[in-house]
């Protein structure tokens, strides 16, 4: 009896086996025609895409070309007209030059006259003046001699003394050492140092006001520049 329970078991598990099976394969038929039926319509929906699409390239291409086409007639059209007005503007002006450089021979002919003229009348001149010049020696002569005269009689030895005296040094302007700036000049005013004589000969005081600026370029030579002035 064991063995005939075991036999039917078995045979209803190979009919179970059995029948999972055609279902299994039935299910993997009906999804591979599915699958077929959506790569059939991505197929005609990607065709119907592309048409579109290329006769739409193709319409820009022939959009591009007309445009381009039309651009260059343009642009010969323009440039043809600029030719045209570059000739007309070169010949006007080669007629006007033409008649600038009549007009500029014509004044330098009249001033090489002029010049002419004017260099006969300077001769016609100097011939009468050179006449009494050589008549008159004596006289000149007698000129030349008393010239000296007049100035020995101790009128131009005061302005040759006041032309050597020194000018007056304005002894407040700082600027006039050398190696003090506008800037370097305003700090020693605020500092107290406010005249050139401080700089020449400072007291023990200002020595240690100067002493601020002992860095400033120069500073060792700032005395003897002062006493310069002095």
């Known amino acids: 009896?064991?063995?005939?329970?075991?036999?039917?078991?078995?045979a209803g598990v190979d009919k179970v086996v059995k029948k999972v099976n055609k279902e299994i394969e039935k299910?993997?038929?009906?999804?591979?025609?599915?699958?077929?039926?959506?790569?059939?319509?991505?197929d005609t929906l990607q065709n119907q895409i592309q048409e579109?699409?290329?006769?739409?390239?193709?319409?820009?291409?022939?959009?591009?070309?007309?445009?381009m086409r039309r651009f260059h007639e343009e642009m010969d059209r323009r440039l043809g007209e600029l030719h045209d007005l570059q000739n007309t503007v070169m010949e006007r002006l080669g007629l006007a030059t033409n008649e600038g450089e009549s007009a500029a021979e014509k004044v330098s002919k009249d001033a090489a006259k002029a010049a002419k003229t004017i260099e006969k009348a300077a001769e016609k001149t100097a011939e009468k003046t050179a006449a009494p010049a050589k008549k008159k020696p004596a006289a000149a002569k007698a000129k030349a001699k008393a010239k000296p005269a007049s100035k020995g009689n101790g009128k131009a030895a005061p302005?040759?003394?006041?032309?050597?005296?020194?000018k007056a040094v304005n002894k407040s302007d700082l600027t006039l050492v050398k190696g003090i700036g506008p800037a370097t000049a305003k700090k020693m005013q605020d500092a107290g140092?406010?005249?050139?004589?401080?700089?020449?000969?400072?007291?023990?005081?200002?020595?240690?006001?100067?002493?601020?600026?002992?860095?400033?370029?120069?500073?060792?030579?700032?005395?003897?520049e002062a006493k310069k002035l002095l």
């Open 27 to 42: 299910t993997s038929s009906q999804i591979e025609k599915l699958i077929n039926d959506a790569l059939k319509q991505f």
């Open 52 to 67: 579109p699409v290329r006769k739409l390239l193709r319409e820009v291409d022939d959009l591009r070309e007309r445009e």
């Open 1 to 10: 009896m064991a063995k005939k329970e075991s036999k039917k078991e078995k």
């Open 159 to 166: 302005k040759a003394a006041a032309a050597k005296a020194p």
């Open 193 to 224: 140092i406010t005249s050139i004589e401080q700089i020449a000969n400072p007291s023990t005081a200002e020595q240690e006001k100067l002493q601020a600026f002992a860095k400033m370029k120069g500073f060792s030579d700032w005395s003897s």
